[in-house]
């Protein structure tokens, strides 16, 4: 058997190799944020805030809140208390004040 012919039968194997290596670890979602809805529900709920809808984004870190509260006051508590339940993410605050009807 020829050398070169060895050689050449290794660095294809090798490639192969490596590619499959690489389209594993590029299946895998190394940078995802844990999934913390649910908390940001519960802690918005025990505060009185069931008003609030939760949205979140695992791959960008983004928890967007939204919907209705009464009282000027109380957005940047919501905003608070979403920030608290998930630690490493951002909080995109989307809530309304409307005191009127509510």
């Known amino acids: 058997m020829n050398h070169g012919n060895?050689?050449?039968?290794?660095?294809s194997g090798l490639t192969v190799l490596l590619a499959g290596a690489l389209v594993i670890a590029g299946c895998q979602n190394w940078g995802a944020?844990?999934?913390?809805?649910?908390?940001?529900?519960?802690?918005?709920d025990s505060n009185d805030f069931g008003s609030v809808v939760v949205s979140q984004?695992?791959?960008t870190g983004v928890i967007t809140l939204t919907?209705?509260?009464?009282?000027s006051n109380r957005k940047p508590q919501a905003e608070?208390?979403?920030?608290?339940a998930a630690p490493g993410y951002t909080i995109d605050d989307k809530i309304r004040?409307?005191?009127?009807?509510l």
């Open 33 to 44: 944020h844990p999934d913390v809805q649910a908390a940001v529900y519960k802690a918005l």
């Open 80 to 84: 608070a208390i979403a920030q608290q």
């Open 67 to 71: 919907g209705i509260v009464g009282a």
């Open 6 to 11: 060895l050689q050449c039968r290794f660095l």
């Open 97 to 101: 004040v409307e005191s009127a009807g």
């Open 57 to 59: 984004n695992r791959e």
